[in-house]
C-alpha cells in the first residue's frame, strides 16, 4: 500500500536483512549437530537472557499484551507476576540436572530416569504443542504485513516464515540467541514510542485518564475471587501461573536449549534470573498500554483486538513510526519463531532420529537431518497459522497461554516426579500421563475451569494416578534413583564432587543465595500494585 511509504519500508527491509546477514555469517561456525543446537558455548550470559526475554515475550505482548488489558482491564497483571518465583524453582532445581547433563535434549533426562518411553512421549508432546505455539506467532506476525500492505494473511504468513527458516537453517542456536538480541532491541524501542506517543495523544492529562479509569475499576489489579472461572485473579497468577510458569521454564526445550550455551551453569543461571527480573515492568508496560488504549478511545469496541496497536499508529500519521512498528513486531514474533524451529529440529533429530532411524549417526549426518527437519517444521508450523486467521481475533496473549496450558500438566507430572518420587515407575508414569490429560478434557469440555488452573489440575490428577499406578504395578523401590533430587545429592557426597562452580551451586535443590532476592522482588512487585493503585 501507498500509504506504508518508502521509509518505512526501508526500515523494515533493513530488519529483515541484518536478521539474514547474522544468519550467514554465523553458519561458517555451524559444522556439527552440536554446533547447530549449542553453539560454541561461548555465548555471553546478558545475550542468552535477553534471548531469553525476546522468546517468551515477543510479538504476543506487543500485540496481545494490549488487548488483553483492554479487554479484561489491568488485573491481568497476576497472570505475569509471579517469574520470580517460578525463576527460583527452575534454577534451583531444574538446571543443575540439564545443563551438567551434557545433552542438547532436555528429554534425555527422562530416559536415564525413567526409560525410552517416557522420553519419546513427552518429545511428542512437546513437538506437538510447539508447533501450535508456532503457528500463534506465525500468525501475529502475518497480522502486521497484512495490515499495513493489504495482502491475504495467507501470504503473509508464508512470507514470515520463509525469512525466520531461512536464517535460523543457517546460523542454528547462535544465530537464534544472536538475532534475538537485535530484536529485543527493535521490540522495546517500539513500544516506548508507542508509550509516549499514547500519552500525548490522551484527551486528558494523565492523572485525570487514570482517576476515569479507577473509577470504572479498570486499574484495579487486586481481584480477590474464588470464583475458579475466572481468569486474571490473585490466586490464579500467584498459585496456578506460578506453576505454569516453571513449567515454562524448567522443562519447555525452546527456553532451556539457550542456557545449555552458556560458558557455566552460573552463566546459565544469570541468564534466568535476567528474565526474572525483566518480565514483570515488562508486562506492565504493555497491560498499561491497554489501559491507556481505553482511556484513549473511551472504550470502543474492535473487531480484532489484536490491531489497536496497529489502528493507532496508523491513525497518528507519523513518519516512519509504522516502519519501527512493523519491524517491532516482526522482530518480536521472528524471536519465538526462530527459537520453536531450532529445538524442535533438535528434538526431532536426537530424540527420534538418531534413536529409531540412524543410531550411528555421524555428527555431519545428524547436521544436515536438522536441517532438514528445520525445513519440515517451517513448513508444517503454516498450517496453525492459517487456521488462526480464520478465528474470532481473541487475544493472541491469552490464546498462547490458553493452549500452553493443556500440555504443562504432563511435563510437570513426568519431571516432578522423576525429581522427587522415589517408587514412581515408567508403566505408573505413562498410567498419570493419560489420565491428566482426559482430565483436562474434561475441565475444558464440561466445566468452566479457568484455564490457568488446568496446569494445576492435569498436575495433580498426573501425579496421584502415576504414583498409585507404579505401586499397584511395580511396588516400592528400595533405594533413590540416582537421577532424582536425593539420589544427586547422595551422589555428590559420596563421589566427593564440587558442590559449586564459581560460587554457584552445582547440586540440585540447592539454592544459590541471588536466588532469595528474586523472592523478594516479588513482594516489592506486589507492592509496588499496591501502592500504585492507592496513589490514583
Known amino acids: 500500500m501507498t500509504e506504508f511509504g518508502a521509509l518505512n519500508w526501508t526500515i523494515l527491509a533493513a530488519y529483515v536483512v541484518g536478521a539474514l546477514l547474522v544468519g550467514f555469517l554465523l553458519s561458517k561456525r555451524v559444522r556439527t549437530a552440536q554446533h547447530y543446537y549449542l553453539g560454541q558455548k561461548t555465548t555471553p550470559w546478558p545475550v542468552i537472557g535477553l534471548s531469553v526475554v525476546a522468546t517468551y515475550v515477543g510479538a504476543l505482548a506487543f500485540l496481545g499484551g494490549p488487548a488483553w488489558a483492554y479487554e479484561e482491564g489491568f488485573s491481568v497483571i497476576f497472570i505475569h507476576i509471579n517469574y520470580p518465583i517460578a525463576i527460583f524453582v527452575v534454577i534451583t532445581v ?232 512493523t519491524a517491532a513486531v516482526v522482530a518480536a514474533a521472528m524471536s519465538s519463531l526462530d527459537s520453536s524451529l531450532n529445538s524442535m529440529a533438535t528434538v526431532t533429530t536426537l530424540d527420534f532420529y538418531e534413536k529409531f532411524f540412524n543410531k550411528h549417526s555421524t555428527p555431519q549426518r545428524s547436521l544436515a537431518a536438522s536441517r532438514w527437519f528445520t525445513v519440515l517444521w517451517g513448513v508444517l508450523m503454516v498450517a496453525p497459522a492459517i487456521l488462526f486467521a480464520a478465528g474470532d481475533g481473541a487475544s493472541v496473549l491469552e490464546v498462547l497461554s490458553e493452549v500452553g496450558s493443556f500440555f504443562v500438566g504432563a511435563k510437570l507430572a513426568m519431571f516432578g516426579l522423576g525429581f522427587y518420587s522415589k517408587h514412581t515407575s515408567q508403566r505408573g508414569l505413562m498410567w498419570g500421563v493419560a489420565a491428566g490429560f482426559l482430565s483436562l478434557a474434561y475441565a475444558g469440555f464440561l466445566t468452566d475451569l479457568a484455564w490457568p488452573w488446568y496446569c494445576a489440575l492435569g498436575g495433580v490428577v498426573s501425579i496421584t494416578v502415576a504414583w498409585s499406578a507404579s505401586l499397584l504395578l511395580d511396588g516400592r523401590q528400595a533405594e533413590w534413583h540416582p537421577y532424582s533430587v536425593v539420589g544427586q545429592q547422595r551422589l555428590f557426597k559420596q563421589e566427593g564432587w564440587a558442590q559449586t562452580d564459581e560460587g554457584w551451586q552445582r547440586m540440585p535443590g540447592k539454592v544459590d543465595r541471588a536466588s532469595y532476592f528474586l523472592l523478594a522482588y516479588f513482594a516489592l512487585c506486589v507492592a509496588a500494585l499496591w501502592m500504585a493503585q492507592s496513589l490514583i
Open 94 to 325: 531444574f538446571l543443575p540436572f540439564f545443563y551438567h547433563s551434557g545433552v542438547a535434549s532436555i528429554f534425555d533426562y527422562l530416559e536415564r530416569r525413567f526409560g525410552l518411553a517416557s522420553r519419546t512421549v513427552m518429545s511428542a508432546i512437546f513437538l506437538f504443542g510447539n508447533a501450535l505455539y508456532s503457528g500463534i506467532m506465525l500468525y501475529t506476525a502475518a497480522l502486521v504485513l497484512e495490515f499495513i500492505t493489504g495482502m491475504d494473511v495467507t501470504y503473509a504468513i508464508l512470507i514470515v516464515a520463509a525469512v525466520a527458516l531461512a536464517y535460523t537453517l543457517l546460523g542454528g542456536i547462535s544465530a537464534v540467541i544472536w538475532t534475538d538480541l537485535m530484536q529485543t532491541a527493535v521490540l522495546f524501542a517500539g513500544a516506548f514510542i508507542i508509550f509516549a506517543m499514547v500519552l500525548a495523544e490522551l484527551p486528558g492529562s494523565l492523572l485525570d485518564t487514570l482517576a476515569a479509569l479507577k473509577a470504572q475499576g479498570r486499574t484495579d489489579p487486586f481481584v480477590h475471587s474464588l470464583d475458579p472461572a475466572k481468569v486474571a485473579t490473585i490466586w490464579t497468577g500467584v498459585v496456578a501461573m506460578s506453576i505454569y510458569h516453571v513449567v515454562v521454564y524448567g522443562v519447555n526445550q525452546m527456553m532451556v536449549q539457550r542456557t545449555l550455551a552458556a560458558r557455566t551453569l552460573g552463566d546459565a543461571k544469570k541468564a534466568y534470573i535476567l528474565m526474572g527480573y525483566a518480565a514483570f515492568p515488562i508486562y506492565a508496560l504493555f497491560f498499561g498500554l491497554g489501559l491507556l488504549f481505553w482511556g484513549y478511545y473511551g472504550g470502543q469496541e474492535f473487531a480484532d483486538g489484536n490491531k489497536i496497536v496497529l489502528e493507532f499508529v496508523a491513525a497518528i500519521g507519523v513518519p516512519g513510526l509504522m516502519g519501527v512498528v
